[in-house]
């Protein structure tokens, strides 16, 4: 059904920021409301998106996503369950697009896709609080499928704000992305769907991981930075460790994506007093300026060496 509004036609929004193939295109615009949204410009549009909550500003049953109703509905069975399969897959970080289960025309907008979505709803309360709807806990196929698609909102989400360098907040989607990584993985009720987002698990933790140590970074804080790429890389082992691909962990791109990022950092640490001496002192003697270096070994003495 067409529609002559002329009001509806994007096309001078389009033309006044254009394309880029090949990048990332996001801004941050303000919304008629007040609130800061992100834009992300695509090849046929415009995607939108809430700066923080669900990314389309639904609320779904009332819970800011799907993942913390189910997550309530967890917290109030009597019998959570849950699947041994999943248990492996409890660490931290997966996702380069998640379009398991996912159209095209599900994953991107080819308008301005705002879908602001239901902001005022009401907080739920206790008589609102979802029961389990049978003795065990599980999610059904719908669920899962439900849950893949809230998913890739927070994927494009934090694909914009690691563009934005808002690392916080990319760490906090992909910590969120892993917990519906998990909650798949032990309560799906059909092995597919505790399968379908695993492959994803190794992206997202690297990604989580990048974003920590570009935080720290930001902060001025390098070893902090290395502590946490050394914390992803030690997740990422145990992934492939605990799904029997101990031979992929060299090969993957996520680890390699990490080692080069920890190898730039390296240099940036700070040194020792007393492997800062030691750096001067062999500078002086290949320099030939004894008195330096005498000088340089009296204080590397007197520091207990």
Known sequence: MSDSNPSWDLSDLLNQWAYEPGKLNVRVIMGTDGEPRIQMRLDLGVLQMHMEGRPDGQRPRGFESLLDYHEARLDNSPNPGGSTAGDAASEPDAGAIFDAGVSDS????????????DGGASEPTEADAPRPRGERFTLTPDDCRELREEAVQYYH??????????????????TRNLRVLDLCARYAEAEDDRAALEPFRAYITMMRARALASQALKDNEPKAALHAIDEGLDALRQHFASTGQDGAFEASGEVQMLRGMRESLVPKLPTSPRAELKKRLDAAVRAENYELAAILRDELKAMGE
Do not use: N, W
């Open 106 to 117: 599900e994953s991107e907008s080819a308008g301005e896709a705002d879908a602001e979505g």
């Open 157 to 174: 989400r934090y694909m914009a704000l690691l563009v934005l360098e808002d690392y916080e907040g990319v760490v906090r989607d992909t």
